[in-house]
Each structure stands twice: as C-alpha cells, then as structure tokens.
C-alpha cells in the first residue's frame, strides 16, 4: 500500500529523457550582477519602454533597478514590519513569507504599464505603472483558494493565464510538494472584464512556468514533478485540447517566450537516476524521508549532490534548439527564470544573491 499522501508519479521513460548536454559549460560565461544586493530574485520583468529589470525578492519588494540602484517599486504584502527586514541567505525568509509576501512570476502589460504578480501566498496582483502596493485580482477558484500561485503570462485581451502549483502546500512547505508527488495543482485564467477565475486544468503535479506562444494560440506550460512541457491550445480547433510538448532533461522553474516564438526554459536541477527512481516508488521515498537526515541532505540528493544550472532553448514545435549550462555550478547556479532581451539572457534565482548575464553573441 502506497503511504498516504505520497503517490507514484506517471514519469517518461528514463530511455526518452534528453541526454543533450554543453560540454563547453558555456554559462560559466555568465557576468554575475547585483551580487548580495538581491534575495532571491526569482523572475525578471523589463517594463514597457524597456526600463529594468525589475524582480520580486525574498522579503516580499518588488525592486526596480534604474541602471545606477536598486529601488523600491512595489509590495504585495501591507505588512512590512521588522519580520520583513533584511536576511543573510534568501531562504532565512520562509518562515515569514505567508505574512511578507513572496512575488514569482512577473508580467507587464505591454498596453497599460501594469505589472501583474503571481504572489505564492496572496495569489495573482496588479500594480499601477507608479508601483506601489498592489491590488488583489484573485485568492480563489470555484471555492478553492489559491495555496501557491507562481507565474502567469497576459494576451492581448488582458486574460491572464496563471499556474497553483498546489492546493495542499504552500511555497514555505516546498519541499513536502515535491517528495509528495501530490496531484492538486491547476492552471487558472483570469478574465479582467468579468473578474472571475476559471479552472482550466487540475491534478497537475506542481505546475510551475506559463508563457503564451508569440501568436498567442497556445501557452505552453512546466509540470515540474514530472519534468515536463505542456501546450494548451486557446484558438483554433484545438482549442481547449492539452498535448506534450517535451520532456525536460530536468526539473523545471519558468518559460519565457522570446522575440522569435522560441521557449527558454530555466531548469532548476538535472534529472539523476536516484529521483527518477524515488518518483516511480512512493514506499521507498516514504522510508528514506523517516531516516534522521535533514531536509537540506535530501535536496543535494535529489539534485545529484550539488547545486547548478541548465537552460534550454525549444522551437516553437518543441524540439531543443540550444542548451547551456554550468554543470558544476562554478559560476550559475539554480537558475528559476531566463529572460531574453537584447542579445542576452537575464538569469534569476529563488535561492541565489545575484543575476546571472549571460552574452548570445
């Protein structure tokens, strides 16, 4: 009998896994930026005229940099009391988070300058181009309220299409989310004229990334769990149809869509035999989650015993167009997000100090 609450998770076979590797270790190129200046900046935004980047940190700020400081832009918490203050190591704030508020993804309104936020705890927000503290769209859908909202993308309607990764655990509990496996998760929309939200998918194994294609016909989504890409289609004949797009050569964070149609993929860790293996058998992830070892010893397990980087680049048809990584993680390390602009990729962390630059040319 399976433990309860921990469920054995569909994964592809470990024969259909991309081996593609950068032999070159090409993000050890990386500029790194903003060093111990930022916590954990997950997701990179550049605004409308092209100011920023602005990225939401671990105290709950959302930070604008005016290309000389970083600046306050919003909060989505109204609660910045002395919990919220300044902390060593981004992880210092998960304690606190439910009351400081933690921005992930970040989408401008290329329209109107609003900024729109998956907040894991307060669900999705909309900023004003003045920033400020940020109003509420939604904390529920049919009745089920969001537990940890996490990136969205916008079409030129204004929809807003945006992933929960979890019914059952929050961000702070991320790691049970992940060693449960549980099947909670949904992708929601959010419609601006009539205010409502819309389930429209569910029992997703921690959905994570969204990003619309560039024609807007389809977005495509992480199912970070089990490693792999989704497309959902919105136009057309296929419309409302869920079909594979890939399988990740790793666990996902986001997807970001660049000026050609392509998909970036920022992918936290490689996928190693020893959690393909725990996926596919709850009882023995069950036994070794009650041996006296700590959380922190089970993560660099599960991720192949240290931290690093990968980003993949897919074509819109959703084969891979290019790989990069820093294998050891010498210099890029748990990357969570890859915006593209301007001939480079801006790299953001959940867990890091930094922004990592990456130079295509």
């Not at 109204?78 to 993804?105: D, F, Q, T, V």
């Not at 293996?277 to 397990?301: E, V």
Request: glycine share 8%; net charge neutral.
């Amino acid at each position: 009998m399976t433990p309860r609450g921990f469920l054995g998770v569909d994964m592809p076979p470990w024969s259909l896994i991309p081996t593609v590797k950068d032999d070159k270790n090409l993000l050890q190129n990386s500029e790194i930026k903003f060093l111990n200046q930022i916590q954990g900046p997950e997701s990179m935004a550049f605004d409308p005229l092209g100011r920023g980047p602005y990225t939401g940190v671990a105290d709950g700020r959302i930070l604008f940099w005016d290309g000389l400081k970083w600046t306050d832009f919003a909060f989505t918490s109204n609660n910045r009391s002395e919990l919220c203050n300044p902390k060593p190591i981004a992880m210092s704030y998960l304690k606190n988070e439910h009351i400081c508020g933690r921005p992930l993804g970040l989408r401008f309104d290329k329209k109107t300058g609003d900024l729109y936020i998956a907040d894991a705890y307060f669900g999705l927000m909309k900023v004003g181009p003045e920033g400020g503290l940020a109003t509420s769209l939604a904390t529920e859908a049919e009745g089920v309220p969001l537990r940890f909202t996490n990136d969205l993308d916008i079409d030129d309607e204004g929809n807003v299409y945006f992933t929960d990764s979890s019914t059952n655990y929050q961000r702070r509990n991320f790691m049970q989310l992940v060693f449960s496996a549980e099947d909670t998760g949904r992708v929601l929309k959010y419609d601006p004229t009539t205010k409502q939200t819309t389930v429209l998918l569910r029992n997703l194994r921690f959905p994570n990334g969204l990003s619309l294609s560039k024609d807007k016909s389809f977005f495509v989504f992480c199912e970070g769990s089990v490693g792999r890409l989704h497309k959902y289609w919105l136009i057309g004949e296929k419309a409302g149809n869920l079909e594979a797009f890939a399988i990740l050569p790793g666990y996902p964070d986001n997807v970001r869509t660049n000026e050609k149609g392509e998909f970036w993929v920022a992918i936290h860790c490689r996928r190693s035999l020893y959690s393909h293996l725990m996926s596919l058998y709850p009882k023995i992830r069950h036994f070794l989650l009650k041996l006296p070892i700590s959380a922190k010893t089970h993560y660099l397990i599960h991720i192949g015993g240290r931290l690093h980087a990968m980003a993949v680049k897919y074509s819109p048809e959703g084969k891979i167009l290019q790989v990069l990584e820093d294998s050891k993680g010498k210099v890029v390390k748990a990357i969570s997000e890859v915006e593209e602009k301007d001939g480079k990729l801006w790299m953001g962390s959940v867990l890091m100090p930094f922004v990592a630059v990456y130079d295509l040319s």
